[in-house]
Every structure is written in C-alpha cells, then in structure tokens.
C-alpha cells in the first residue's frame, strides 16, 4: 500500500473505533466522546497497541503517516486554542472582580502549591524530569498541571448539564476565564529562554504593535471577512511564537486572547468549536497517544512501568483534586456562600482535558518532562475529567436554589 492508503486506514481507526466504543458502550454519562478519543488515542499508542503488535503498529503508524497526522494536528490544536481565547470574556470577571478574584486565585493556587509538592516527590526518582528542564520548571509545569481547568470542554459539560447560561454557569466561567490567563502567562515563563530572550522580547514587542493595527481593522471590515483575516492572524502569531522560542500555541492563544468575541456571530463560533473538535481534534488525540510511554527508564531513568506510572497519575490526581476542592473551599468561607455550593464549583473546575493535554503537550516539546511524566499527566487529566458528570449531576437535584446565584 502506498502512504495515502495507509494514512487513510489510520484516519478510518481514529474516527471510527472511538464513536463505536462511545456509541454501544453508552459510555456519555462519565466518559464523553471527547474523552473516549483521548482514551481511544492513548490505547493506539506505542505503549499499548505497539507493545500488544508491534508489526501491525509499525505499519499503519509509519514515519511518513504520522508525519501527516501531526500536520493536521497542529492546525486543529491552533485553531482550538485560538478559539478558547477569543471566548475569554474578562469584562465580566472584571464587574465581579473582588469575588473572580478570590475565587479564580484559590481555585489556581491551592492545586498548583499541592501539585508542585508532589513533582518535588517525584524527582526523588530518577526518570521524571525532562533532559532540557531546571528542577524549578519542571516543579512549577507539573504543578500548574494539577492546577488547570479546561474552558472549552468545561463550557461542553456545563451545556450537558443545562447550566451553562444559568448564573452559576456564569459565574464559573469566570473564575475558569481569569484562570486561564495565568496558565498561559506561567507557561511563557516556563519556556523563558535566555539565550533567545531577544527574539522572545521582540515578538512579544511587534505581536503588541501589530494586535492594535488588527484591532482597529476588524471594527472597519464585514464580519465574514474577519474570520478570514483571524485565521490569517493566527497563523502569523503561531509561527512568530515558535520562532521566538515560545512554542506555537502560546502564539495561537496570544492570537485569540486579543480578538473580542463580540466581533463574531456566537452561534457560528459555536459552530466552529463544535466542527473543529468533530472534524479535526480526534486526530490530535491520536498524536497525543502515539506520544506517551510506561517505562519510566525511557526518561533516563532506573526502570519502571504501568505501575509506576499509574502510580504518579494518582498522586498527581490526588494533588489536583484536593487542591482544588481546597482552596474553592476556602473561597466559599471567605465570600460566605451556601452550605453545598463550594464542593459544586470545585468539582466542575475538575474538568483539565485538552487545555491540561495541550500544556503537558508543550512541555514535552521542549523536555521539560519526559514521555512517561506526559504519560501520567494525560491519565490524571482523563480520570480528572471523568469524575466531574458523575459527581457534580447529583449534585444538581440538591442545590437548585444555589444555580441561579450570581455572586
């Protein structure tokens, strides 16, 4: 078979074997299809498939095919991540921002502080840490991974659940909102790079020169041109970012996060979230998988499989969980909210796949951690995000008067 049959036979694979699971296996009450691709591509990687037939692996995921499908997930991730920034909406957070603020910063800190403890841990074993990474980036990457929320797939299970234009739905996208930005800028200063500081100041300059000049011309053109010119816009800032050193999707989410939403039709930006995550995301879910790895020894350690790596996605999910729990907690006891409405709030702001992915994808690019540290990461965001349906729906019946709060 040539190339183009075989990249076609993967493409088959990863549409197709995840909505079968989803479909018959009834899985959308703990595990929505998001989360089953996720699954689906961590099952279709090397540690999986290629370890149960590795002829079969190597042959549909050669090279060349998988040179194909990381084209096409790079462009599905920049586009999703242009899209999640331009969906930030921080003129609310800014009219509540004494309780955006308190919230947002216990719902991020309380979890990155417990997360950067247990990557503390975690480099008492050779193995973890990435081969281009200082102990203090690979500390603060883990922990701020125990820390993210997803706003994207957060705004999925909100509209699953019937509360995302409730109050309460409302106000959680606030605190999801602020959150993300200091995700972001803690990323940029993880990637700091000092021996490229020049390049990195001087796009951070000219992206700060050229977002005013786009800014005034989006409010001259028609709408329909403006998504044309945003693509274009994204385009140019993904490659000034990587070419900076400060990886392409910082530039995709810099490239959104400067746009306003009003500009664009809500419902076609809807539309375009939906169709990217349809269309094109499973494939950058398959390349996610095809990354990640259970022999800790790989990393340059002393050896270690399954365990030890299912091992680590515990106690991070664990650091990640009470964190958050913890410190929306402790919001609820300084804003005085009602008695049920912390522990609703904690466990939605659980949701962490993709963004969580996108992150732990981006410092494996630049080996702040190792694949088998990706690998434990990538568990801990899918059992993260599992968790949240089954714990926040009963929930729900019990605190009705608490949805149409909205501060």
Same mark, same amino acid.
């Given at each position: 078979?040539?190339?183009?049959?075989?990249?076609?036979?993967?493409?088959?694979?990863?549409?197709?074997?995840?909505?079968?699971?989803?479909?018959?296996?009834?899985?959308?009450?703990?595990?929505?299809?998001?989360?089953?691709?996720?699954?689906?591509?961590?099952?279709?990687?090397?540690?999986?498939?290629?370890?149960?037939?590795?002829?079969?692996?190597?042959?549909?995921?050669?090279?060349?095919?998988?040179?194909?499908?990381?084209?096409?997930?790079?462009?599905?991730?920049?586009?999703?991540?242009?899209?999640?920034?331009?969906?930030?909406?921080?003129?609310?957070?800014?009219?509540?921002?004494?309780?955006?603020?308190?919230?947002?910063?216990?719902?991020?800190?309380?979890?990155?502080?417990?997360?950067?403890?247990?990557?503390?841990?975690?480099?008492?074993?050779?193995?973890?840490?990435?081969?281009?990474?200082?102990?203090?980036?690979?500390?603060?990457?883990?922990?701020?991974?125990?820390?993210?929320?997803?706003?994207?797939?957060?705004?999925?299970?909100?509209?699953?659940?019937?509360?995302?234009?409730?109050?309460?739905?409302?106000?959680? $996208?606030?605190? &999801? +909102?602020?959150?993300?930005?200091?995700?972001?800028?803690?990323? @940029?200063?993880?990637? !700091?790079? =000092? /021996? %490229?500081?020049?390049?990195?100041?001087?796009?951070?300059?000219?992206?700060?020169?050229?977002?005013?000049?786009?800014?005034?011309?989006?409010?001259?053109?028609?709408?329909?041109?403006?998504?044309?010119?945003?693509?274009?816009?994204?385009?140019?800032?993904?490659?000034?970012?990587?070419?900076?050193?400060?990886?392409?999707?910082?530039?995709?989410?810099?490239?959104?996060?400067?746009?306003?939403?009003?500009?664009?039709?809500?419902?076609?930006?809807?539309?375009?979230?939906?169709?990217?995550?349809?269309?094109?995301?499973?494939?950058?879910?398959?390349?996610?998988?095809?990354?990640?790895?259970?022999?800790?020894?790989?990393?340059?350690?002393?050896?270690?499989?399954?365990?030890?790596?299912?091992?680590?996605?515990?106690? $991070?999910?664990? &650091? +990640?969980?009470?964190?958050?729990?913890?410190?929306?907690?402790? @919001?609820?006891?300084? !804003?005085? =909210? /009602? %008695?049920?409405?912390?522990?609703?709030?904690?466990?939605?702001?659980?949701?962490?796949?993709?963004?969580?992915?996108?992150?732990?994808?981006?410092?494996?690019?630049?080996?702040?951690?190792?694949?088998?540290?990706?690998?434990?990461?990538?568990?801990?965001?899918?059992?993260?995000?599992?968790?949240?349906?089954?714990?926040?729906?009963?929930?729900?019946?019990?605190?009705?008067?608490?949805?149409?709060?909205?501060?």
């Amino acid at each position: 078979m040539n190339t183009t049959e075989i990249f076609l036979i993967a493409m088959l694979i990863i549409f197709s074997l995840p909505y079968l699971v989803w479909r018959l296996g009834r899985t959308d009450y703990y595990a929505p299809l998001v989360v089953v691709q996720i699954v689906a591509g961590i099952l279709l990687g090397p540690g999986v498939l290629g370890a149960a037939f590795p002829d079969y692996y190597r042959f549909v995921f050669n090279p060349q095919v998988i040179t194909a499908l990381n084209g096409v997930a790079w462009w599905a991730v920049m586009l999703f991540v242009w899209i999640a920034g331009i969906e930030l909406d921080l003129r609310q957070a800014w009219a509540h921002r004494r309780e955006s603020g308190i919230t947002a910063g216990l719902a991020l800190g309380a979890p990155l502080v417990l997360g950067c403890v247990a990557a503390i841990a975690m480099l008492a074993v050779p193995g973890w840490i990435g081969p281009k990474a200082e102990r203090w980036q690979f500390v603060l990457g883990v922990g701020m991974s125990c820390a993210v929320t997803a706003l994207p797939i957060l705004i999925l299970l909100m509209e699953k659940l019937e509360i995302l234009r409730r109050p309460i739905g409302q106000r959680i $996208l606030r605190y &999801a +909102s602020l959150d993300d930005i200091a995700i972001w800028g803690v990323l @940029a200063l993880i990637l !700091l790079d =000092w /021996q %490229r500081v020049g390049k990195q100041a001087a796009f951070l300059a000219l992206f700060g020169l050229t977002s005013v000049l786009l800014r005034k011309l989006m409010l001259r053109i028609p709408e329909r041109d403006r998504w044309y010119v945003g693509l274009i816009w994204l385009a140019a800032c993904a490659f000034g970012a990587d070419w900076s050193g400060l990886h392409f999707m910082v530039g995709a989410f810099l490239a959104g996060a400067v746009m306003d939403s009003h500009w664009f039709d809500q419902a076609q930006m809807d539309l375009l979230r939906h169709h990217v995550l349809l269309v094109m995301m499973p494939v950058f879910f398959l390349s996610t998988g095809l990354r990640t790895n259970w022999d800790i020894s790989a990393g340059g350690g002393g050896g270690g499989g399954f365990a030890a790596v299912f091992l680590a996605a515990g106690w $991070l999910l664990l &650091a +990640s969980v009470v964190g958050k729990l913890a410190g929306i907690h402790a @919001a609820g006891r300084v !804003l005085g =909210w /009602q %008695r049920g409405e912390a522990s609703l709030i904690g466990w939605l702001l659980q949701t962490k796949a993709l963004i969580m992915i996108i992150f732990a994808n981006i410092l494996l690019d630049k080996a702040v951690i190792t694949n088998a540290t990706f690998t434990a990461l990538l568990l801990m965001a899918v059992a993260s995000t599992m968790l949240t349906v089954p714990v926040v729906t009963p929930m729900l019946r019990r605190l009705e008067a608490v949805l149409g709060r909205s501060g």
